[in-house]
């Protein structure tokens, strides 16, 4: 028997370790403390480098902040780099299919760096950002890519530093402190926190809603999906209990359209 309250609808509030996408257009400054080697760099960044970024970094397109040994705090590390494909060598600074293969190629790294399949990737406090050239570098043909693993996710204020490398992060049983729990009466708008922190609720499983290739279903679909599954995966997770309370969060056609297909379970419980 669930409570009237078990029923509370998350609709378009952003699930926890969403995606972070750097911004379309070029910011200055590209970060505080910025290196001026890499403001207009046309080589490609360093891989495993670390950097002290904020929230208000992975809003932008391009980033310079100075590199800083992985064996000080830091908040960031730099897990994949490369060359755009060929057939971008002539796309627009802010088009969408350089967003695009970002997205699909940063995402599946990132899984990868960390050691987490698709549904723990979702339910992580880190999440990623992606960085592309200056406009300057592009315009003389720079198509390289940056993805960062950072501290915190998109409703973050500020983030927690990362170990020296956060390679094999959530391999096994991931530590509390990695895994994302929502500390508010409800989960909307709630501060998202290392379920290590005080908490309200728990980040528990995932669903996925639709293949790559399927076109959007509609918010009524996905709701009712994402509904009725987590009715019944929070119970099981709980060990079903008689009376308990679950919340989701689910997307619309924006994030399916970046690539999103999974929807997030949430659990009552200040364990």
């Known amino acids: 028997m669930l409570r009237s309250a078990a029923l509370r609808v998350l609709a378009g509030v952003a699930a926890p370790a969403v995606l972070v996408l750097s911004g379309c257009g070029a910011s200055e400054p590209q970060g505080v403390n910025t290196d001026p080697d890499q403001v207009d760099a046309v080589e490609t960044p360093e891989l495993g480098a670390c950097r002290v970024l904020t929230p208000e970094d992975v809003v932008a397109a391009s980033n310079a902040t100075e590199t800083v040994r992985c064996g000080q705090e830091h908040t960031a590390e730099t897990y994949a780099i490369g060359e755009m494909p060929d057939a971008l060598d002539t796309a627009a600074y802010d088009a969408p299919e350089v967003s695009d293969y970002a997205y699909r190629t940063c995402a599946t790294k990132f899984e990868a760096f960390l050691g987490a399949d698709e549904s723990?990737?979702?339910r992580t406090i880190v999440s990623w950002a992606?960085?592309?050239p200056s406009e300057e570098a592009w315009a003389e043909g720079a198509r390289w890519y940056r993805c960062d693993v950072v501290g915190g996710g998109a409703e973050s204020t500020s983030y927690v530093p990362l170990p020296g490398s956060a390679k094999g992060l959530l391999l096994g049983r991931p530590d509390d402190r990695w895994m994302v729990c929502a500390d508010g009466e409800v989960v909307a708008?709630?501060?998202k926190v290392p379920c290590t922190e005080p908490h309200q609720w728990r980040a528990v499983t995932t669903i996925k809603v639709g293949e790559d290739e399927e076109a959007y279903p509609g918010d009524r679909v996905v709701e009712v999906?994402?509904?009725?599954?987590c009715s019944d995966s929070v119970g099981a997770?709980?060990?079903?209990?008689v009376d308990f309370e679950y919340a989701y969060t689910y997307f619309h056609e924006a994030e399916w359209d970046a690539g999103n297909r999974r929807s997030v379970c949430w659990a009552r419980t200040p364990d």
């Open 237 to 241: 997770w709980l060990n079903y209990p």
């Open 130 to 132: 992606w960085f592309r």
């Open 189 to 191: 708008g709630s501060p």
């Open 225 to 229: 999906t994402t509904r009725d599954f």
């Open 120 to 122: 723990l990737a979702m």
